[in-house]
Each structure stands twice: as C-alpha cells, then as structure tokens.
C-alpha cells in the first residue's frame, strides 16, 4: 500500500468533503474511489472492516469512516486531520446557508440543486453496491448480503450494529467508553439544581453550558444514520427557545442540501442560538462551532479507541471468522439504505419531473462505467446549478 503525504491526505479528504453530497453510502463511494481504488493508501479488506467498525458505533459514519482511513494512512493525528478536512467544505457552506437563511434568502434554489443531485448520488451509490458484491464470490456471502439488505428495509437501522457491536463488546474497552461517556452525560440534567442555586442559569454564557450538553448527549445517541437526530433534538431545541420546530427542519432541510453528514445540522442550531441569546456574529459563529465539536467528539473517541483496538485483535482467528460474517452483510447494508434514498429521489409533484429524474438516474448509471463517481457528482451539481437559474423548469 502507498503512504500519502500529509498535503495529499489534505487535499484529497477536502476534495471528498467538498463532493459528498447524498449521505453516509455516498460518501463512502467516493472514499473508497479516492482512498482504494485510485491511490491505493488502504486495502479493500481493510476498508471494509472500517466500514464495519463505523456501522457499530454511534456518530456519523461517513466522518468516522474518513477519521479510520486517515488513521490507517497516518496514524491518529491522520485520523484527525483526515476527519476535519472532511467536514471542513460541509462546515463552511453551513455557515454561509445559516447566514442566508436568516436573511430569508436561497432556499428554493438550493433545494431545486437537491433535486437534481439526489438521482445522481443514487446511481454513484449502486454502483458502489455493484462492486462491492462484486467482491462476494462465495454463495453464503451473497446470501448474507441479500438477507442483510432486506432487514435494512425491515428495520429501517443497519442490521449490522448489533453482530458487530458485539465484538466490541467482548473486546471490552469501546463499551467501556460509551458507556462511562453516556452515565457522566446523563447525571448531567441532575445537577441542574446545582447550578441553579450557583447562579449558572442566570449567567450569559449559560446558554453555551445548554449547547454542550444537549449536543454531546446527541452524539453518544446517534445510531442509524444521521436523520436519528431529529427526534433527539428537536424537542430540546424548540423548548429552550433556539427555533420553533418548522425551523429546525429547515436546518435539517440545510444539513442535506450541503455537502458531508446531514448530522451538520448542528452548526446551524448552534449559529441560530447564538443569535438567540443575544449576541451578534461572533456570538453566533461560537454556538456554531461548539455544537459541531460536541456532537463530533463521542464519534472521535470511539474511533480513536475502536480502530487500534481492531487492529490488534484481527488476526485472532475467531474474531476474523466474526468479521468475515459483518463484512459479507456491508454490500447488503448499503444497498438497504440505498432503495429507500432511491426512491425519495425520484419523487416530485409532477408525473413529468419524476420522468425526468427517473432518465437522469438511468443516465447517471450509464454513465458510471465512464466517469469517476465525483465527476459524476460534478455533472450533477451543474445540472442542478443551470435548472436553478431557469424559473419554472422544476
């Protein structure tokens, strides 16, 4: 395998950021474009047992998957660097779209870009789901696959985080983290009274004390997929008076028109209740990056305590025989999570736009044995740029 160098792990993990528009399969699509199959860094077999690890633990796996490619490449601090350069592109055009919704501004024509993007992030995800069963020769492996994919659309949460969790189980130190992470987040609503008679509540800074808190428990919450934070989060936001529940699914609307984990949701909360209590741009900026930090940092630990630990008991044969039954369900995992999205894509309130989307994503799938999958983001992303310049075409 190739080593990169720290400005090519830098410029390569931004590049997939900046393209990672259509949620966490997406994402690893281009990962493994960029990552496996173009550079050569990380092996097919170590990529899959990262995609494992991250379907079993709780946080974004398209960022925790981004930190354990690093990791492998460059160690810890290439955990990190890859994880912040992939969320940095997503961070910052969430800034910029917090801003303008505030202002009452782009929101038709972002979502119109959404709609034409979506079938093409469809396609470049079949076609990762192709090749990944491409690699199960053996029948068994395929029968997994297809029994795994239907208890994705059963159950609508991976079927992979329960056998896989269990390994970490046994293991014993990434349950033990999560575990002493979620008893100390939760004793935390306990002290409220503590605080209270300290005069905590009544401070100005108290709301970023509340930002933490509700953030971080999120982060130690999230399985299944980014959307999960919606019903964590949307009570508590709208109770502490940061948005009314109609502009917290605007933010959600924002988290998945943007590129990177929709999980990004959390830098518009944060940007919003910093102009809640009070403040003025800097304020808002600072609620902005303390939400995205706490939400991020749970995911940050167990990966950076998961994936030394799975280096070091893979070679035990039980746990490898264990892990090539997690590894054969992943094309199956995918592709449950890739018919529903398929889907939603192609939805629209006229038959003529669902035709016309339904070409698009036959298209795109055409188009995929030519083009690498972030060039086909490319395209998608113009078509959408050009159709939200014509009033009326959508």
Known sequence: MNRPSWSELIRVFLRIGLLGFGGPQAHMALMRDQVVW???????????????????????????????????????????????????????????LSELWRR????????????????????VIWAFVARLMGQQRRPWQQAMAVSVAFGGLLHQFSPLV???????????AANSWRTAMGGTLLLLPG??????????????????VQLTWVFLQA????????????????????????????????????GQVSPGPVVLTSTFVGYQAGWASGGGLTTAMLGALVATAAIFLPSTLFILVGTPLLQRIRRNASVQRFLDGILAGVPGAVAGAAIPLTWASLQAEEPR???????????????????????????????????ALLPGVL
């Open 38 to 96: 173009q550079r050569q860094w990380v092996s097919t077999q170590a990529f899959a047992e990262g995609v494992a690890l991250c379907e079993t633990l709780p946080g974004p796996a398209s960022s925790q998957l981004a930190m354990v490619l690093g990791w492998l490449c460059r160690g810890a601090w290439g955990g990190l660097v890859s994880g912040f350069c992939f969320l940095l592109p997503g961070l910052m055009i969430v800034l910029l």
């Open 104 to 123: 009452g501004q782009a929101m038709a024509s972002l979502i119109t870009v959404l709609v034409v993007v979506k079938p093409v992030v469809a396609a």
């Open 162 to 172: 329960l056998p896989a969790g269990l390994l970490l189980l046994a293991a014993g």
């Open 191 to 208: 002290l409220a009274p503590w605080w209270a008679g300290l005069g905590w509540v009544q401070a100005p800074w108290f709301w970023l």
């Open 219 to 254: 982060g130690v919450l999230v399985f299944g997929g980014g959307l999960v934070i919606i019903p964590l989060l949307q009570d508590q936001v709208v109770e502490l008076g940061w948005l009314s529940g109609a502009q917290f699914l605007d933010g959600v609307a924002i």
């Open 353 to 387: 736009i669902s035709l016309a989307l339904l070409a698009l994503f036959c298209t795109s799938l055409l188009l995929n044995c030519w083009l690498k999958p972030s060039q086909l983001v490319l395209l998608g992303l113009g078509l959408g740029l050009v159709m």
